[in-house]
């Protein structure tokens, strides 16, 4: 007997890797008739998303929309979903009766506790009822045990609202892709030269600040690359989250050397096909590296700072702009040691190269650890973290709710 109609709102903020990879899982169950669903998604740059090559490889065959201001305080207009999946944004009243939060990314970055997350627990009670006690209107999707532990016992999730899942993106990740196809969507050639990609985190501003000059640096790293035939993706956080001077001064870098492509987040919201052409990735600790982890193919990591227990600024982003704060160490940003990682890690630039040179000649370096991390903390990327999902997402579905949240007070949505 087919599972009763579930219609779900994907209400994305960053529409690529975890959250792509779902809906692409779930639309083909759609399509295929294998599940009662109708799968929505409103997202904030629809049109740039359009007109990535993953769109036009993949469609997904549902509606896509951009997101409007008006759509938080009236839901998408004319559907009414039983759950609305989101990230890191939370409509401003409830879309749906029920949330499912698909967090964007497992990283590094914390502390992630009761503290930073004050303003998030406060959306998500106001939307799904509270999220620090048994709610059985909301669930939040965990990518592994220590995963699981910390959003529990350090953010403060009840852990009954807590779903061991794992990556949606790993199961699209461990399958490799035909570079050929993504060839028309790059503008050096994918196929019969190597390609890294260069991903770093914004939050602790110039990418090697802490070991010399960036343009010094950048041009090192860019040069030895270009003398080895190798491009470069440079895939950067959203635009506006870095200083005007910096962009100009990396956008001048890729137009000074052909074989680098400059991405910014908002300009290109995919990252599927970047990771799946890119044979090397070096980050400063982006969660994109546990999304990468899944290829096994070589990770370089760049220790990010010049010392842990150094003070140094750290970058947030709020409703009023990129916020610079002063902290006393890096240890309280951290909420996984960046010892803990699944590749090689570089204290010093020299030590980098020497680690890149390795990958390109080596492209099995890092299979060893990157398979151990997945094992530790992401179930393994076993090809089954979409299943697991949709499992939990029914569970919720058939799950019997009142229209009150946990302190019994009248609550309404759409």
């Known amino acids: 007997m087919m599972a009763p109609s579930m219609k779900l709102l994907v209400w994305a903020t960053i529409f690529g890797s975890d959250l792509w990879s779902l809906t692409r899982f779930l639309a083909e169950r759609q399509r295929r008739g294998e599940d009662d669903l109708d799968v929505r998604v409103v997202l904030v740059h629809a049109d740039a998303f359009h007109q990535e090559g993953v769109a036009r490889l993949f469609p997904l065959d549902i509606p896509i929309v951009r997101r409007r201001r008006l759509y938080d305080f009236v839901g998408l207009p004319g559907f009414s979903p039983d759950i609305t999946i989101l990230d890191n944004r939370v409509p401003l009243i409830a879309s749906s009766p029920k949330g499912f939060v698909l967090w964007h990314g497992f990283g ?14 406060t959306q998500l009670r106001r939307a799904f009822g509270d999220p620090l006690a048994q709610n059985p209107r909301f669930r939040w999707a965990c990518f592994g045990p220590w995963d699981f532990a910390h959003r529990t016992e350090v953010s403060g999730f009840h852990p009954q609202n807590c779903r061991l899942v794992g990556a949606a993106s790993h199961d699209d990740l461990r399958e490799p892709l035909d570079k050929t196809c993504a060839q028309p969507f790059y503008p050096f050639d994918i196929v019969e030269r190597r390609t890294v990609m260069l991903a770093p985190t914004w939050h602790y501003g110039e990418v090697f600040q802490h070991w010399g000059k960036d343009d010094d640096l ?9 003398r080895r035939d190798v491009n470069v993706i440079l895939r950067l956080h959203d635009s506006y989250r ?3 001077a910096y962009r100009v001064f990396l956008s001048d870098l890729a137009r000074r050397h052909p074989h680098v492509l400059l991405k910014f987040r908002d300009k290109n919201p995919d990252n599927f096909l970047d990771l799946q052409v890119a044979d090397v990735l070096i980050t400063n600790f982006s969660s994109i590296a546990s999304l990468y982890y ?8 760049i220790y990010p700072v010049r010392n842990a227990d150094e003070a140094f600024t750290w970058r947030t982003c709020t409703m009023f702009g990129v916020r610079k704060t002063e902290v006393a160490g890096a240890r309280f940003v951290w909420k996984l040691p960046p010892e803990d990682h ?9 030590t980098l190269m020497a680690q890149l040179d390795q990958a390109l000649d080596e492209p099995g370096c890092c299979r060893d650890q990157a398979r151990a991390f997945l094992d530790r903390h992401m179930l393994g990327a076993d090809g089954r973290n979409r299943e697991r999902i949709l499992a939990s997402l029914r569970e919720l579905h058939n799950t019997s709710i009142t229209r009150s949240d946990a302190h019994g007070k009248a609550t309404s949505y759409r």
């Open 108 to 121: 590094w970055k914390g502390p992630n506790d009761r503290s930073e997350f004050h303003v998030l627990h």
């Open 218 to 226: 950048f041009e090192r790293l860019f040069t030895h690359l270009r």
């Open 242 to 244: 870095f200083e005007p």
């Open 294 to 301: 899944a290829t096994l193919r070589p990770t370089l990591h």
């Open 342 to 350: 699944g590749g090689l890690l570089a204290l010093d630039f020299d």
